[in-house]
């Protein structure tokens, strides 16, 4: 009589696949991603420190200020359909080099004199729209105070800036 | 010869990683080549502690980048590169829909702030979250019957 067979066959051994465990994968995942953003972050020209205080970015300060912020997408659907003033905080070269489509001039260095200027287009309900170069610049934020203190009332502040508009391919006159 | 049924989930699982595989792509190169901007858009989920934004601003696409390299270039470990993937993505919806709770609709970063974020509105990066989950799990789903019908 025959012994029974517990072994598995041949063929079905060859035909399984050596698979690595999801496990394994997921450390070997993770210790690449660790040794390249590691690497990345020591050969970088300029490299973002390792541990930062954002709490002073024009983010924060509008969000404790209590300014509404909008992102690049809402920004882009006011400006498009229109409704709101645009206003560039920006000095007046920075403007002329380009700017939001309809944006109007009204640096924040001189918003004392451009406030005198454009008062018959700042109404209390009229909606406006802020911004300066990126979203590191502070002239919009100051410049969103300013007019929340003359009297505004539908203040949008696009923190990101003119950098990210550019950068996302959209529409600059 | 390979059966029929077999070759069918071989690419299902093919097409479906390499999908995966190049939205994370898309995702991570502009967040790899600009951590400033994607340490700023972290912050502004205001999810994490302080010291926390910047190294996942530094790491977290380099998970992204060698998770979906893994995809196509290493098979093998194709099932951990989907189910981290997967984790992450469930991880940025979760933060997406805190942050449209509190209304601070900010853009998502997802893509580093590249033109992709503009193309759709910020509302249906959730359900473009989802969809893509939905796609990670045809994938797995596809090794899986590719496997038992290897055996």
């Known amino acids: 009589m025959m012994p029974p067979q517990f072994s598995i066959p041949l063929s079905r051994l060859e035909s399984t ?10 450390a070997g995942i ?3 991603a660790l040794f390249f953003g590691t690497l990345a972050q020591l050969v970088r020209p300029v490299a973002i ?44 070269a920075d403007f002329d080099a380009g700017h939001l489509p309809g944006a109007v001039s009204f640096p924040n260095a001189t918003r004392g004199e451009s406030y005198y200027e454009l008062a018959a287009l700042l109404q209390p309900e009229q909606a406006l ?15 969103a105070l300013f007019l929340r203190e003359q009297g505004s009332q539908k203040i949008h502040l696009f923190a990101e800036g003119f950098q990210a508009w550019r950068e996302a391919g959209l529409p600059t006159e | 010869m390979r059966p029929r049924s077999s070759t069918i989930w071989l690419v299902l699982e093919w097409s479906a990683s390499l999908l995966v595989a190049a939205v994370f792509l898309l995702a991570s190169v502009p967040k790899i080549l600009n951590p400033a901007a994607f340490a700023s858009a972290v912050y502004q989920m205001n999810l994490l502690p302080g010291v926390l934004v910047n190294p996942v601003a530094i790491y977290l696409p380099w998970i992204e980048f060698v998770a979906a ?18 984790f992450l993505l469930a991880a940025f919806t979760l933060a997406l829909m805190v942050n449209f709770l509190r209304g601070t609709a900010m853009s998502c970063g997802c893509f580093g702030g590249t033109f992709l974020e503009t ?13 893509l989950l939905g796609v990670i799990c045809i994938a797995l789903e596809a090794g899986r019957q590719r496997q038992c019908l290897r055996l």
């Open chain 1, 49 to 92: 420190p390792w541990i930062e205080d954002h709490s002073q970015s024009p983010f924060a300060k509008a969000r404790v200020a209590g300014v509404e912020l909008v992102s690049l997408e809402q920004a882009k659907d006011m400006v498009l359909a229109g409704g709101v003033l645009v206003l560039d905080a920006r000095s007046l």
């Open chain 1, 30 to 32: 993770l210790l690449l």
């Open chain 1, 129 to 143: 729209l802020v911004y300066c170069s990126s979203k590191t610049c502070d002239d919009a934020l100051q410049l």
């Open chain 2, 69 to 86: 390299c893994a995809l196509v270039i290493v098979p093998p470990t194709r099932r951990g590169a989907l189910a981290l993937l997967g």
């Open chain 2, 119 to 131: 193309i759709f509105p910020p509302w249906t990066a959730p359900l473009r979250n989802v969809v």
């Open chain 1, 17 to 26: 696949p050596r698979y690595w465990s999801a496990a394994a994968s997921l």
